[in-house]
């Protein structure tokens, strides 16, 4: 099994709004990801968590927030956001973190989510 | 930046095999290439990776050459299913595990 599920499909947000994606596996990794898509451009990365401790800022602004209160969940916590922040959000889960060979990243869906 | 270099589309006809290239000439020796699929407004999917030899599971075949500088991924006999953009990665050490993705192929499957 190699699924990683990620809620809400779509969300649509006003720039004054707080909301929460969130991340889900259970297959025992240790690191998760989230990357940003947007249209017809590759997935950028923007965090790295490894044993649950936040290890790769990808200098995102701070309207994004990560948090993964456990090895199984990982949220991505929004706030003011801007519309050119309208994108596919992806997660994505490894075994091992940082382990040549061993860390392949599984993805999730994605979150599509609308700015208005 | 992306370490790979990959034709921005391709078109192969149902059942044949698509030979997708890719060359990583600033490859370092114990760097992996991966390869990844993503099919319109999904998540990308994992398909194979390798260091140095050949590589084969249930989805396809990784070639990768003697000097490492390039590599080709085979989708056996392909299907209209496997229609997407192909992404060729070069896993860099030492970063985390970060994965950085260039352009990809858009990989057309026609009847």
Redesign the interface.
Known sequence: D?E?TQTPKHLVMGMTNKKSLKCEQHMGHR?M?WYKQKAKK????MF?Y?YEKL??NESVPSRFSPECPNSSLLNLHLHALQPEDSA?Y?C?S?QT??A??L????????T?LTVL | D?KTTQPPSMDCAEGRAANLPCNHSTISG?E?V?W?RQIH??????II?G?KNNETNEMASLIITEDRKSSTLILPHATLRDTAVY?CIV?V????????????TELSVKP
């Open positions: 190699t990683v690191a990801y590759p997935p950028e990365l790295v490894s290890s790769i596919l992806l994505a490894s973190p940082g040549s060979g860390d392949t990243q599984y993805f999730g869906p994605g599509r | 992306a114990n992996y991966y990844y407004s999904q998540g990308p999917q994992y990776h260091l992404y896993r050490e030492n970063q985390g595990g970060k994965l950085i993705f260039g352009q990809g």
